[in-house]
């Protein structure tokens, strides 16, 4: 009978515990800013450097001016044994977002 009540007492000890479940995040999210403007980065450094493989991509930050906008990228490629950077600068009127001038400078590092 003793070993019973010890069972009993030990059963609902356990689960009268409070377990902590973590909250559940949403793993989705939205794609950035800029994003729509990087595409257009890597598509026109392509189409500048069709024989370069892009290995990487680094958003540089956005300014803000009067009525335009301004993108920076730097992209990182691959020409056979030749590596070079390629600043890219989206510039775009704010509220149409119509392109106003893209720059594009290579650079060795």
Do not use: C
């Amino acid at each position: 009978m003793l070993k019973l009540f010890i069972a009993v007492g030990i059963y609902f000890t356990v689960n009268s515990v409070p377990i902590y479940t973590p909250p559940v995040v949403s793993t989705i999210q939205e794609p950035p800013a800029y994003a729509k403007w990087g595409m257009l980065a890597i598509k026109e450094t392509q189409a500048k450097y069709p024989n370069a493989s892009i290995i990487d991509y680094l958003h540089q930050g956005r300014e803000s001016n009067k009525d335009s906008t301004i993108e920076k990228f730097k992209l990182w490629l691959k020409n056979g044994d030749h590596e070079f950077g390629v600043f890219v600068t989206i510039e775009f009127t704010t509220d149409t977002e119509e392109v106003v001038n893209i720059e594009m400078q290579e650079t060795s590092r």
